[in-house]
């Protein structure tokens, strides 16, 4: 079965970064969109970024276009997301997803798979 495991949140000031992995296992993910979510306590879970595994395609939120970058390495099953200029409202628990299929998936029910979060607080 397939496990998602994230790890790197943590406490960073305004301006700094964080670079969050996915350590992706149990199945072959050459056929899958790997997504990165947010969720701010008493707010919807908000789609970040996604990328295909094959090929390496990326799309992003507006929200976070131009400071997050996601990436993967697939000889080590990892993925990341490189987080620059962090703000405040930055502050969530972010989680890594997967689905075993390729396409720009937006919505948290179009994943199958998801870690079980990392926090990522932004002080001002």
């Known amino acids: 079965q397939v496990q998602l495991v994230e790890s790197g949140g943590g406490l960073v000031q305004t301006g700094g970064s964080l670079r969050l992995s996915c350590a992706a296992s149990?199945?072959?993910?050459?056929?899958?969109?790997m997504g990165w979510f947010r969720q701010a306590p008493g707010k919807e879970r908000e789609f970040l970024a996604a990328m295909w595994w094959i090929g390496g395609g990326t799309y992003y939120a507006d929200s976070v276009k131009g400071r997050f970058t996601v990436s993967r390495d697939g000889a080590k099953n990892m993925v990341y997301l490189q987080m620059n200029s962090l703000k405040p409202k930055d502050t969530a628990v972010y989680y890594c997803?997967?689905?075993?299929?390729?396409?720009?998936?937006?919505?948290?029910?179009?994943?199958?798979?998801w870690g079980q979060g990392t926090q990522v607080t932004v002080s001002s």
């Open positions: 149990g199945r072959t993910f050459s056929s899958y969109t």
């Open positions: 997803a997967a689905v075993y299929s390729r396409n720009w998936y937006r919505e948290p029910n179009d994943y199958d798979y």
